[in-house]
């Protein structure tokens, strides 16, 4: 059975009501391997060949070496964003780890406020105990 018979009914059954130009996209040419396959819309070739009863399509060298690199300049393209990522990164670590303060600076600010703290709490101290201290008496007044 001849491979252009299926071409028609394979694009019908998949198409489903495509138009007729639909149907046309594809060429099959026999060679003595198998079938080459060109696409009439974008001109690219594929070598097809059947196995277990089914069609199974590969793109042509040309293709394929088009798309090695394509992969190979999208792979270089990814790297560098991967590389600047790493240096901003690095960069912004460094910017935020040089505005802490040392562990000295942050002991002596500590100090600052315990010392602080503690002059508040005894001054707190100082006015709860006035308020609990006796009043004295007012004087009498006379008159």
Known sequence: MRLWMFVPVIAGLSAGPASAAETQRYQ?????TGYVRMDTQTGEMSI???RDNQL?????ADE?????DEI??????VKAIEDRVVKLENSLTQKLESTLPTEEEFQKSMGYMERFFRS???IVKDMEKEEQAPQPAPA???T
């Not at 199974?56 to 042509?60: D, P, R």
């Not at 190979?72 to 393209?77: A, F, K, N």
């Open 28 to 32: 099959m040419e026999k060679t003595d």
């Open 48 to 50: 097809c060949e059947e």
């Open 56 to 60: 199974v399509c590969k793109l042509a």
């Open 64 to 68: 394929r070496s088009a798309l090695q």
């Open 72 to 77: 190979g300049r999208l792979q270089g393209e």
């Open 120 to 122: 508040f709490m005894g």
């Open 140 to 142: 009498p007044n006379k």
